[in-house]
């Protein structure tokens, strides 16, 4: 029987289901920073001055590998029999004949008085080509004038003129300091010269269209990109003093390297021969080396390549 209402039963829908539990591996681990960023970051140090040390030491060793199998050639041939030892001593020799004359004081004066009178005749040959090489490449009616009389006299070797110094000159210190600044002009002038002849010519107008002066453009333009070539000139210049002076001491001197050489060969003591020789070539490399640097400071402007 039914009653006078119908009662309406509620449908219960069934729960969804529950999502399955996903189901997932290790933990990935932490990425480990480099080395680099690990020092940064309180780890372990970074390991590039390390690297910077090791390629400073390769770029050594490959420097000095052909020195030092020179110096392993004369110390085997003389003893090996490749050489006569009475005029090619082992160097071992020579670095004992070199540390007595240095103990007794002799090289020290010889060299003394060489690198006074090289230096001397140096710094004059500087103050010299380097002023009268800017003036002559930038004013053409100047170049024009002096143009023959450069090309004489640069193409008249220094020692061919050594005997006419000594006879207006005398013997003395003046003599050799000449020869000296003769010998060091003219490379030092010719790449001045040719330093400011070769200068971009679109930076001297672009300073020109600005309204510089003459003093500011040699300032800002000419004389920063002419630094390397003039640079050029002055370590030839470098190399030639040393060499002039010592051929000059040869002939006329009581002291200096030449003379310690030429006296070595009189008196047949071969090692202190090889000694004042060993000493030239030490002062050469030196004096290069510090003008390299001195030319380095100056060019700090230049973008590296």
């Known amino acids: 029987m039914s009653t006078g209402t119908d009662t309406a039963v509620p449908t219960v829908l069934p729960a969804p289901p529950a999502p399955a539990e996903e189901v997932r591996g290790p933990a990935p681990a932490p990425k480990q920073l480099p080395d680099a ?51 090619l001593p082992p160097v071992s020799e020579v670095a004992v004949a070199w540390w007595e004359l240095l103990r007794d004081g002799q090289l020290g004066q010889h060299t003394w008085a060489s690198l006074v009178r090289s230096f001397g005749g140096f710094g004059i040959a500087v103050l010299v080509a380097v002023p009268l090489g800017l003036l002559i490449g930038w004013y053409r009616p100047v170049a024009a004038l002096l143009g023959p009389l450069l090309e004489v006299f640069r193409n008249t070797a220094a020692l061919a003129l050594l005997p006419v110094f000594v006879l207006l000159l005398g013997i003395g210190e003046t003599s050799k300091v000449s020869i000296v600044v003769y010998a060091c002009v003219w490379p030092i002038l010719l790449n001045t010269i040719s330093a400011v002849g070769n200068a971009d010519p679109t930076l001297v107008r672009l300073a020109r269209s600005m309204d510089l002066s003459t003093p500011r453009l040699f300032q800002k333009v000419i004389l920063p990109a002419s630094v390397p070539a003039v640079f050029t000139g002055i370590r030839l210049a470098g190399a030639v003093s040393i060499l002039v002076l010592v051929a000059a001491e040869m002939i006329g001197a009581k002291a200096g390297l030449g003379y310690l050489i030429n006296a070595s060969q009189f008196n047949f003591a071969i090692p202190q021969m090889y000694a004042g020789i060993v000493t030239i070539s030490a002062i050469g490399v030196a004096f290069n080396q510090l003008l390299v640097t001195i030319e380095r400071r100056l060019s700090t402007w230049r973008v590296p390549s």
């Open 37 to 87: 960023a690990a020092g940064h970051a309180g780890g372990r140090p970074a390991r590039h001055p390390l690297r910077a040390l090791g390629r400073r030491l390769r770029a050594l060793a490959l420097r000095s590998a052909a020195i030092l199998a020179l110096l392993a050639l004369w110390e085997t041939a003389p003893r090996l029999g490749l050489a006569d030892p009475t005029f």
